[in-house]
């Protein structure tokens, strides 16, 4: 492959999405990012103006497969066929189990694991027509390390695992590479309710005493999506200072 690549980010407007774009835009100059959003574009629609031409809004929801064919057809048309899927949307919705509603599991799992799906079969189709791709899906430290009030994102990150290392698997003779991240705090993306005592404990327990800064995630999936990342396939990579 030595046309340009077209990169599609999920969540785009996030704080990890849009690190992870900003990323790409500023570490592989020919490349075209298509930035997954939905209702929230402010950080998305900066990046369109910072780097015009390079940078596009792809308006999606993820949890349905026709926006997925309808983005995908979008990127095709402006650009050539996908290259590089990261699927970074999602949310938690924490409960104890004894007290989550069925809305709480059902919409979790559904942004979090059956979004990863419905990503990954619309991105096969260009992927296997070039025989190359790169599949990025951000999971969570959660999957790995589950803490108490998180049953409903614990198993939806799980599943992401597994569907990455089973998927890894069937497309590993066709030039894809379909590998994981799991990250623990992000600065800028911690949990809304957490007082300052909170942030100062959970420092402390992570041995580099600090939250990943968001580019430190982003250059991971950088790396993950490059040509050069040929051999590492299935993995599940724990960015997490240490804590586990």
């Not at 509603?101 to 189709?125: E, H, I, K």
């Not at 390390?145 to 695992?161: D, F, L």
Request: net charge neutral; aromatic share 6%.
């Amino acid at each position: 492959m030595s046309d340009p690549r077209r990169i599609l980010i999920t969540g785009a407007n996030g704080t990890l999405g849009h690190a992870t774009a900003q990323y790409f835009l500023q570490h592989d100059p020919d490349c075209h990012v298509f930035l997954g959003v939905r209702e929230s574009r402010v950080r998305a629609e900066a990046l369109v103006a910072a780097y015009p031409g390079r940078a596009l809004l792809c308006p999606l929801e993820i949890t349905d497969s026709a926006s997925w064919n309808a983005a995908l057809t979008q990127i095709e048309n402006q650009s050539g066929p996908l290259s590089v899927l990261i699927n970074n949307a999602g949310y938690h919705d924490d409960a104890l189990l004894a007290h989550m509603t069925q809305g709480q599991w059902s919409g979790v799992l559904d942004a979090n694991l059956n979004a990863v799906f419905l990503g990954c079969q619309a991105a096969l189709q260009p992927m296997m027509h070039q025989r190359w791709g790169r599949i990025v899906n951000i999971a969570s430290l959660s999957a790995l390390h589950s803490p108490a009030g998180q049953t409903n994102y614990a198993a939806a990150k799980a599943g992401v695992i597994g569907l990455t290392q089973s998927l890894a698997k069937e497309t590993a003779r066709m030039g894809i590479t379909v590998n994981a991240v799991c990250p623990g705090h992000i600065e800028g993306a911690l949990p809304a309710g957490w007082s300052d005592e909170q942030i100062k404990a959970v420092k402390r327990e992570t041995p580099m005493r600090r939250f990943a800064r968001p580019e430190e995630i982003a250059a991971v999936v950088f790396f993950l999506a490059s040509r050069e990342a040929s051999y590492m396939t299935g993995a599940s990579l724990k960015l997490d200072g240490a804590l586990v």
